[in-house]
C-alpha cells in the first residue's frame, strides 16, 4: 500500500499530487473520519439556512399547492392559450437537472474516467432530488390533482386504463422508471459508506438508520462481488433510460399538432439541453460543498471543476449544434405559422429572453470554459452554471408559455403571466437545497470507497527522470 | 263554430304541439292565480323528467318576438324561439337569450319596500294590502292632473289598461319612453313617414327581397326597431337568387356597418344631403329627368361637407340606378341630427325614386296592431322635456314609474334626477333595483316578464298584424305582484270613478276584454268562438296574428315636392364629433345579466366594459394607446373611458355604447363603464327627437390606464407586439 | 361534402374510413352577422360559467363558441373579415384526443363526435394545447353562479367542476333526446327535426345543422356548395364543420 512515496519528491511531483486527489492518498481510517466530521460539523449557519428554506417550502411549496387546489388553476398565471406554464417549465426544468446527475455518474462509471470518484455521490443525489422537483410540478398544474392516480395503469373494475397513446403517459412511465432505477442506483454504491458510517456511530437513531439502509454489509468478497455486478449492471442499464426520459419529454412537445414544438429534432435537443442544465447544477452542487463543508477541500479540487468546466463546454457547442438545427430546419420549412413564432421569439415582448438565452448558453460558456485557469475556479464556474441554468430555464420558457402564445387561431392569441406559479416554483428549489442539506447531514457525501479503490489504484511512477501517473485496474 | 276544449283536450293539444314544436301552454285561464307552492305539489301536466314548454313574449326590448321557455319542474331552463311567431319565427337575439337571468337575477327587488329615496335599496319591507293601500290612496287623493305615468316602450296590456285608467279619471295619458326610442330615432321616422308616406307609422322595409340596400345609419342587424326580424330579412336578402348588396352610410362602422359590401363613412348629419346628392345622379344615371325633390342640390358642395368623394357618388347612383329592386332606409344615428327630419325623408325620397313603395323589395307600412287602430309611439326626448318640465313645476304631484329607468335612458341635461325631487309622490314598479326605482318613495315590484300575463302590439317586424301573447311560464320567485293587479285593485279599493273605469276582477280578465274584439277576424292564426277557449289558444300559440300580410302601401309620392337638408349643425365645442350607439349586446337593460355582460360586442369583442371608440391614426396623433383613459369632455358633462382603437371610424369621430355606466341596478351592471347620455347636450330635430350623434366633444388624455377585457387578441388581430409595423 | 386530398397527409387508408362523419354543420359567413345569438344561447343551453371581467380579459372565457373576425385594409376602405362562428370542429381526426393520458376525451363511435368525458378529467390541458381552433375551456376556478341564477341550470348538462376541461358537444343531450324520441315513436330522425342551441337561436339561419352522412340533408347540401371550406384543412383534422365563404 503506497500511501507515502519514501523517496523525496521532486517539486513537479508534488504539485501533481496537490493537483490529483488520486495521487493523494490518505490512511482510510483518517479519511473516514474526514467524511464523518463533515457530516457531523454544523455551524448555527446551517441551521438559519435550513429554517430559512423550510419557511419557503412551506410557505411557497404546500401553502401555495393548498390555495392552488383550493381555488383551482385561476390563481395560476394559465390561461387559453397558454394553458401550460412556468408548472411544465419547472418539469422539464427539473427532470434536466436530474440528467447530469446520471450522466456524470453512470457514464463516467461506464467509461472509467477517474476524476468522477469524488462527485458521484453528490450527482445522484441530484437526480433522485431533482426528479422529486419534477414530479411536484406536474402534479401542481394537474387541474384536479386528487385524481391523480388515474394517470397509473391500475387494474380497476371499469377497465378503465390510461391512454396510451398520450405521450403524457409515456411520460409518467419514464418518469417513474427513471426515479426508481435511479434511486437504486443512488442506493447500492451507498451501501459500503452507510456500513462505514454504522461502525463509526456509536449509537443513537443514526446508528438505527445506518444499520437498517446498510442491510449487514460487512465488505466480504462475496459482498463486494455482488455489489460491483449490481453496479455495473444499473451503470450500463440506467444510461438507456436516462436518454430515453427526456426524448420521451421532448415528445410532449414534438408530437403535438403545435407550431414550433412539431420538430423531430426535439428528442436529442432536450436531452443536450437537459445534459447542459445538469452540468451547471453538479459544478454549483460541488462548488457549494467544497466551499461550505468541513475537509471538502481536499476531496473537491480545481482537477474537478476543470474537468467538468470542458465537458460544459463540449456539451454548450453541442447544444448550440442542437438550438440552431432545430431553429433552421423550421424556417426553412416555411410554415407561415411556425415563421411567426420564431418571428415572435426574437422580436416579441420578450424577445430579449430570447437573445439573453443565447448570451448564457453560448457566448458565456465559450468564452470563459476555454481558459483552463478560469474553468478551475470555482466561483468562476459556479457563476457560469448559474448563468447556463439561468439560461436553459428560459429556453423551456420560450418554448412553453411563449410559444404557447403563437398558435394557428390568432384570434386567441394571448400572453402569458406567471401568478401562484412563482412561489411554488421557488418552493421547489428551496425543497431541492433542503434535500441536500438534510442528504449532508445523514449520509457521506463524497464516495469514500470509491475515492480510496482509486487511490490504491493509481501511483505515480518514475521512468527516469518522467514522473508517469499509473492506473491498475482493480474491478 | 262555438267550440270549448276541456281540459284533457287541452293537454291532448298540448302534448301535440309539443311534437310539433309548436308553441303550448300548460296555464289555462282557470290557474291564473299562481300560488307559489312546494313542487311536490305538481301540476297535473308537469312530468317527473319532462319538460313543460311556455309561449311567451320577449320583454328585453319592445320588438316583441316571440318565446317558448322550457320548464323543468317549475324552473325555466331555456328561452327559445316561437316557430310561429311572425316576429322572429323561432329565432331570438343575444338578448332574449339572456332573459332567464333577469328572471332569476340575484339581485330583484323581492319584497313591496318603502323605500323612501334611500342611496341604496332599502329593507323597509311592506305586505302588499298596504301597498295597495298607498297606491289607491295616491290615485284617490290626487287631483287626476297630477297623476303621471311613466310606462316602458312597449305597447303593451299594461300600457292598454293605464290608457283606459287615466281617460277615465281625466288624468294625462300615460307616456311611453325608453333609451332605445331615442337611439332609433323613432318619432323622427313616424313623423317622416306622416310627411313622405303619407301615413304616420313605423314603415316596414323588405330587406328581404331588395336586391341593392343604401342604408343610412339604420343599424337594423343590433337595435333598430325590430333586430330579428330584420336580421332574418337580411340572411334572406343575400340568400335570394342574386346576392343582395348592403352599402351602410355610417361615421362609425356598426355590426351592420360590418355586415355591408361597402361601408361609406361620411360625415355625421350629412347623410342626408348625400341622399339627395344620390338621387339627382340616380335620375341622371336613369336618364330621367330629375325630380323636383333633387335638383336643389349640388352634389359638389355635398361631397365636401359629406367626405364622399364625387366619383364616389357617381359609382353609388350607378349601382342603385341599375338595380332591380333598390331600397333605401333612414335610420338611427342618421336620424339623430339637427336635420335628422330632413334625412329621413330625403332617404325615403330615394325609395320613390326607385319606385319601390308597396313593391317586393320596398317600403311599406307597418301593418295595422290588432287591438288598437292609434299609433302611438313612444315620446321623443322633447317630449320627455316637457313632462319632466311638469314635474319641475309641481303640476305632477304622483309619478307613477313603470318598465323605464329615465334616471339613467335620459340625458342628464334632461335633469329628471332633479326633477324627482320635486314630485311628492314617487312609485315605482321595478322589478329591478334600478336608478329611478332607488330614487322613489315606494317600490311594489312587478313579476319578471316571464312570470307575468299580457300581450303586446307588434309595432313592425313583421307583415302579418300582430298580437304577441304573454304567459307566466313558472310562478312568481318572489313576493313581487302584476302591477297591472295592483292598479286594479287600488282602483277598486278607491271606490268611486276610479273602481267603475276599471271593472275588472284582475288582469287575466282585462286581458280577455281586450281580446274579445279579436274573436270575429277568423282570417288568423286561430280560430275559436269564445273568450275563454279563444285566450287558451292565444296563450297557447303565443299570440294571435293575421294570416296574411297586411302591410300597407304608401299613398303618397312626394317626388314633386321640392326636398331640401340643411346643414347639420353641432351641439357643443371641440374636434370630435360624438356617436353614441346601443351597445348591441346589452341594449338599454340588459347590464345586469352576467352572461350577457360576457357576450363580446360584435365589432369590438369588449366584454364587462365601456370603452371609447377613436381612429387608430387619431389616437397615434394625440399619444393614445389602447387601453389609456381617455376623457371625453361636452359642453354638458365629462366622463372618463378606455380607448379602444377602431380601424372603422372617421378620424374626427368618436363612438361610446350605450347599455353600461349603471350606478345601481344589481352587482353585474353597478359601478361598471360608463353613461354616454352624460355628454348629451339637448338639441332636438324638427321630430323632437334628441341630436344625439351631433355633439362636438373634446378628448383628453388622463394618463391612467385599464385594459379591457376583449375577445380577441391583441397581437393576432392588431399585430401588437409582433416586432412588426 | 368536399372531399378531403388525403394523400397530403399520405394517410389515406387509415383515415378514408373516418372522413365520413355523422353530425356536422355548414356554417355559412355570408350570412352571419356576428350577432353572438349562438354565444348566449349555448352559454344558457349548457350551462356556460361566466367568468368575470378580470378572467375574461385574461383569455379564460367559458364560450363553447366565439366569434371571429379581423380587419383588412386601412381606413376608409378598411373593412372585418367575414364574422367566422368558430366551436369545436368534431373533427374526424382530433387532435385533442390522443394527447389526453385519461381518455377523458373520446371519440363516440355512435355519434361521431368528441366526447368530452367531464368526471373522467384530470386536467392536464394537453387537448387544449393541441387544439388547432382554441376552442376548448377550462375551468379555472369553481365559477360562483349565485342564488338564484342556479335555477336556470339545465338538467340535461353537467355543471363542471374547477379543474375540467370542457368544450362544444353539438348539444348532445338535444341529439339524444331526439333520437329518443324518434326511436320511441318506431320512426327515423328527420333533417331538421331538431338543433343545438346555436344554430337553433341563430336568427340569420347561418347554422345549419344535421347529418353529413345524409347526402340528401340541407346541411350535406349546403357542404357541397363551392364556396365551402374547412378550416386549417391541411391539418388534416377532417372538421365536421363547413364554413361557406363570403362569395
Not at chain 3, 211 to 235: A, C, N, T
Amino acid at each position: 500500500m503506497a500511501f507515502k512515496n519514501h523517496i523525496e519528491e521532486t517539486h513537479g511531483e508534488q504539485h501533481l499530487r496537490q493537483k490529483h486527489l488520486m495521487l493523494d492518498p490518505k490512511p482510510r481510517g483518517e479519511m473516514n473520519a474526514m467524511v464523518m466530521e463533515a457530516m457531523h460539523t454544523t455551524t448555527w449557519k446551517f441551521w438559519v439556512v435550513v429554517a430559512l428554506l423550510s419557511a419557503v417550502v412551506l410557505f411557497g411549496l404546500f401553502w401555495s399547492w393548498g390555495i392552488l387546489i383550493a381555488e383551482g388553476m385561476g390563481v395560476a398565471g394559465v390561461n387559453r392559450p397558454s394553458y401550460w406554464g412556468i408548472f411544465l417549465v419547472n418539469t422539464v426544468f427539473w427532470i434536466g437537472i436530474s440528467h447530469a446527475g446520471t450522466f456524470i455518474s453512470a457514464i463516467l462509471r461506464v467509461f472509467k474516467a477517474e476524476f468522477r470518484r469524488p462527485f458521484t455521490r453528490a450527482a445522484e443525489l441530484m437526480t433522485t432530488f431533482g426528479l422529486i422537483q419534477a414530479g411536484f410540478s406536474i402534479f401542481m398544474h394537474m387541474g384536479r390533482v386528487w385524481r391523480m392516480y388515474w394517470l397509473m395503469p391500475y387494474p380497476n373494475q371499469r377497465l378503465l386504463w390510461p391512454n396510451f397513446h398520450s405521450p403524457l403517459t409515456w411520460d409518467l412511465l419514464a418518469i417513474t422508471t427513471y426515479l426508481l432505477s435511479s434511486t437504486m442506483y443512488l442506493y447500492l454504491p451507498l451501501i459500503p459508506d452507510l456500513a462505514m458510517a454504522r461502525d463509526r456511530t456509536k449509537g443513537g437513531w443514526q446508528k438505527i438508520f445506518y444499520r437498517v439502509l446498510a442491510l449487514g454489509f460487512r465488505g466480504t468478497e462475496g459482498e463486494w462481488k455482488h455489489l460491483r455486478s449490481a453496479m455495473n449492471i444499473f451503470a450500463w442499464a440506467i444510461i438507456p433510460i436516462m436518454f430515453s426520459v427526456h426524448t420521451i419529454v421532448s415528445w410532449d412537445f414534438a408530437v403535438a399538432t403545435r407550431p414550433g414544438w412539431n420538430s423531430t429534432i426535439f428528442g436529442p435537443y432536450f436531452i443536450i439541453g437537459a445534459l447542459h442544465s445538469g452540468m451547471g447544477a453538479v459544478i454549483m452542487v460541488l462548488a457549494v460543498v467544497r466551499g461550505t463543508m468541513k475537509n471538502m477541500k481536499y476531496f473537491i479540487r480545481p482537477e474537478h471543476f476543470e474537468a467538468i468546466g470542458k465537458l460544459m463546454l463540449i456539451i454548450s457547442m453541442g447544444w448550440a449544434y442542437f438550438f440552431f438545427n432545430d431553429f433552421i430546419v423550421q424556417w426553412y420549412g416555411g410554415d407561415k405559422w411556425t415563421q411567426t413564432l420564431l418571428h415572435y421569439h426574437e422580436s416579441g415582448p420578450l424577445g430579449y429572453l430570447w437573445f439573453f438565452m443565447l448570451f448564457v448558453n453560448i457566448v458565456i460558456p465559450w468564452s470563459v470554459l476555454w481558459n483552463k485557469r478560469w474553468r478551475s475556479t470555482p466561483w468562476i464556474v459556479f457563476i457560469v452554471g448559474l448563468l447556463i441554468n439561468v439560461g436553459m430555464w428560459i429556453e423551456r420558457y420560450i418554448i412553453i408559455p411563449i410559444s404557447l402564445t403563437i398558435n394557428r387561431s390568432p384570434f386567441t392569441w394571448k400572453l402569458y403571466q406567471p401568478g401562484i406559479e412563482i412561489p411554488l416554483g421557488i418552493g421547489t428549489v428551496a425543497l431541492f437545497i433542503l434535500l441536500y442539506l438534510a442528504a449532508s447531514k445523514l449520509i457521506p457525501l463524497i464516495p469514500v470507497w470509491e475515492v480510496q479503490e482509486g487511490q490504491m489504484a493509481h501511483s505515480l511512477k518514475k521512468y527516469g527522470r518522467e514522473s508517469v501517473v499509473t492506473v491498475s485496474e482493480l474491478e | 263554430m262555438k267550440k270549448k276544449i276541456s281540459r284533457r283536450d287541452f293537454l291532448k293539444l298540448a302534448g301535440a304541439s309539443a311534437a310539433t314544436g309548436a308553441a303550448l301552454t300548460g296555464c289555462g285561464p282557470s290557474s291564473r292565480f299562481v300560488v307559489r307552492e312546494p313542487y311536490t305539489q305538481m301540476p297535473e301536466y308537469a312530468l317527473i323528467g319532462e319538460s313543460t314548454f311556455y309561449a311567451t313574449t320577449c320583454r328585453e326590448c319592445a320588438a316583441g318576438c316571440g318565446l317558448i321557455v322550457r320548464t323543468f319542474q317549475g324552473r325555466a331552463i331555456k328561452v327559445e324561439g316561437n316557430k310561429n311567431n311572425p316576429v322572429n319565427l323561432g329565432k331570438t337575439c343575444a338578448r332574449g337569450q339572456a332573459t332567464l337571468q333577469g328572471l332569476y337575477n340575484p339581485d330583484r327587488v323581492t319584497d313591496p319596500l318603502n323605500q323612501g329615496r334611500r342611496k341604496t335599496l332599502g329593507t323597509d319591507g311592506m305586505n302588499w294590502d298596504d301597498a295597495i293601500k298607498v297606491v289607491s290612496d295616491a290615485l284617490a287623493n290626487t287631483d287626476p292632473a297630477g297623476i303621471g305615468f311613466l310606462l316602458g316602450m312597449a305597447p303593451d296590456h299594461l300600457f292598454d289598461l293605464v290608457s283606459d285608467l287615466t281617460a277615465g279619471i281625466g288624468a294625462p295619458a300615460p307616456v311611453r319612453y325608453g333609451a332605445l326610442s331615442a337611439f332609433e330615432a323613432r318619432a323622427t321616422l313616424v313623423k317622416a313617414a306622416e310627411n313622405v308616406l303619407g301615413q304616420s307609422g313605423l314603415p316596414f322595409f323588405d330587406l328581404a327581397n331588395a336586391e341593392l340596400t343604401f342604408s343610412f345609419g339604420a343599424n337594423f342587424l343590433e337595435t333598430w326597431l325590430s333586430p330579428v326580424a330584420y336580421t332574418r330579412g337580411f340572411s334572406k336578402m343575400r340568400k335570394q337568387g342574386k346576392r343582395g348588396y348592403l352599402v351602410q352610410f355610417e361615421p362609425r362602422m356598426s355590426q351592420t356597418g360590418a355586415k355591408a359590401d361597402e361601408w361609406i363613412p361620411v360625415r355625421p348629419g350629412t347623410e342626408g344631403m348625400v341622399a339627395l346628392a344620390l338621387g339627382k345622379l340616380i335620375a341622371e344615371s336613369k336618364k330621367q329627368t330629375v325630380p323636383r325633390a333633387f335638383v336643389n342640390v349640388d352634389v359638389k358642395a355635398v361631397a365636401k361637407e359629406s367626405d364622399v368623394d364625387e366619383e364616389k357618388l357617381h359609382y353609388l347612383a350607378d349601382l342603385f340606378a341599375d338595380a332591380d329592386r333598390a331600397l333605401a332606409i333612414p335610420g338611427g344615428a342618421a336620424l339623430g341630427q339637427s336635420n335628422g327630419l330632413g334625412t329621413a325623408e330625403a332617404v325615403l325620397a330615394l325609395d320613390a325614386l326607385a319606385n319601390n313603395f308597396g313593391q317586393p323589395g320596398g317600403v311599406f307600412l307597418s301593418p295595422a296592431a290588432p287591438t288598437e287602430d292609434n299609433v302611438h309611439r313612444p315620446a321623443s326626448l322633447q317630449e320627455m322635456a316637457v313632462f319632466i318640465n311638469k314635474m319641475n313645476t309641481g303640476e305632477i304631484k304622483t309619478l307613477l314609474i313603470h318598465g323605464v329607468n329615465p334616471v339613467f335612458e335620459l340625458p342628464k341635461s334632461l335633469g329628471f334626477e332633479a326633477a324627482l325631487k320635486n314630485v311628492p309622490l314617487v312609485i315605482s314598479f321595478s322589478t329591478f333595483p334600478d336608478e329611478t326605482a332607488i330614487l322613489s318613495d315606494y317600490i311594489f315590484p312587478d313579476h319578471h316578464g316571464l312570470e307575468s300575463w299580457g300581450y303586446q302590439r307588434v309595432a313592425t317586424g313583421t307583415s302579418q298584424s300582430t298580437l304577441s301573447g304573454a304567459q307566466p311560464v313558472v310562478s312568481p320567485f318572489y313576493n313581487t305582484q302584476s302591477t297591472a293587479d295592483v292598479l286594479l285593485a287600488a282602483s277598486a279599493i278607491a271606490g268611486g270613478k276610479l273602481a267603475s273605469v276599471l271593472p275588472f276582477k284582475d288582469e287575466v280578465e282585462y286581458i280577455q276584454a281586450q281580446l274579445i274584439p279579436l274573436i270575429e277576424n277568423k282570417d288568423a292564426n286561430f280560430n275559436a268562438g269564445e273568450i275563454n277557449s279563444f285566450s287558451a289558444y292565444f296563450q297557447q300559440f303565443g299570440g294571435w296574428w293575421t294570416n296574411e300580410a297586411a302591410l300597407l302601401a304608401p299613398t303618397q309620392n312626394t317626388l314633386n315636392e321640392t326636398l331640401s337638408v340643411e346643414s347639420p349643425t353641432y351641439e357643443g365645442e371641440g374636434d370630435f364629433f360624438l356617436v353614441p350607439f346601443v351597445s348591441p349586446v346589452l341594449g338599454e337593460a340588459g347590464a345586469n345579466k352576467p352572461s350577457l355582460q360576457e357576450v363580446p360586442d360584435p365589432t369590438t369583442t369588449v366584454m364587462w366594459n365601456s370603452w371609447v371608440e377613436i381612429n387608430p391614426e387619431t389616437a397615434h396623433e394625440f399619444g393614445i394607446k389602447s387601453g389609456d383613459i381617455i376623457k371625453i369632455v361636452s359642453n354638458v358633462g365629462v366622463i372618463e373611458t378606455s380607448a379602444y382603437l377602431y380601424p372603422a371610424i372617421r378620424p374626427d369621430t368618436i363612438a361610446i355604447p350605450f347599455g353600461q355606466g349603471h350606478k345601481a341596478y344589481g352587482r353585474y351592471a353597478a359601478g361598471r363603464g360608463v353613461n354616454p347620455f352624460d355628454l348629451l347636450g339637448l338639441k332636438f330635430n324638427a321630430a323632437g327627437d334628441i341630436a344625439f350623434a351631433g355633439m362636438k366633444v373634446q378628448i383628453i388624455k388622463t394618463g391612467k390606464k385599464f385594459e379591457l377585457a376583449r375577445m380577441e387578441s391583441e397581437i393576432g388581430v392588431y399585430g401588437e407586439g409582433l416586432g412588426e409595423e | 361534402m368536399k372531399p378531403i386530398d388525403l394523400n397530403i397527409i399520405g394517410a389515406k387508408g387509415a383515415i378514408a374510413e373516418e372522413a365520413e362523419g355523422k353530425w356536422g354543420m355548414a356554417i355559412d359567413e355570408d350570412l352571419c352577422t356576428g350577432c353572438q345569438a349562438c354565444v348566449a344561447a349555448c352559454a344558457m343551453e349548457n350551462n356556460i360559467s361566466f367568468v368575470g371581467e378580470e378572467d375574461a380579459a385574461y383569455g379564460r372565457t367559458m364560450h363553447w363558441i366565439r366569434i371571429e373576425r379581423f380587419w383588412e385594409g386601412e381606413y376608409p376602405d378598411v373593412r372585418t373579415t367575414s364574422f367566422q362562428p368558430m366551436l369545436c370542429q368534431q373533427c374526424g381526426h382530433a387532435p385533442c384526443e390522443p394527447v389526453c393520458p385519461v381518455f377523458a376525451t373520446v371519440h363516440s363511435q355512435a355519434d361521431e363526435l368528441n366526447l368530452q368525458v367531464y368526471n373522467r378529467c384530470v386536467g392536464t390541458r394537453y387537448c387544449g394545447n393541441n387544439c388547432p381552433y382554441q376552442v376548448r375551456a377550462f375551468n379555472w376556478r369553481d365559477y360562483e353562479r349565485p342564488e338564484p341564477l342556479n335555477n336556470q341550470l339545465n338538467p340535461d348538462v353537467t355543471v363542471r367542476q374547477r379543474g375540467v376541461m370542457e368544450k362544444c358537444t353539438f348539444c348532445i343531450q338535444r341529439i339524444h333526446q331526439a333520437e329518443d324520441t324518434a326511436k320511441s315513436e318506431g320512426r327515423e330522425l328527420q333533417d331538421g327535426e331538431f338543433d343545438p342551441a346555436c344554430a337553433q337561436a341563430c336568427p340569420a339561419d347561418a347554422i345549419v345543422f344535421g347529418r353529413v352522412d345524409d347526402p340528401d340533408s340541407k346541411v350535406s347540401q349546403l357542404s357541397r356548395q363551392k364556396r365551402g371550406v374547412k378550416h386549417l384543412e391541411d391539418l388534416a383534422t377532417l372538421p365536421r364543420i363547413t364554413y361557406l365563404k363570403e362569395s
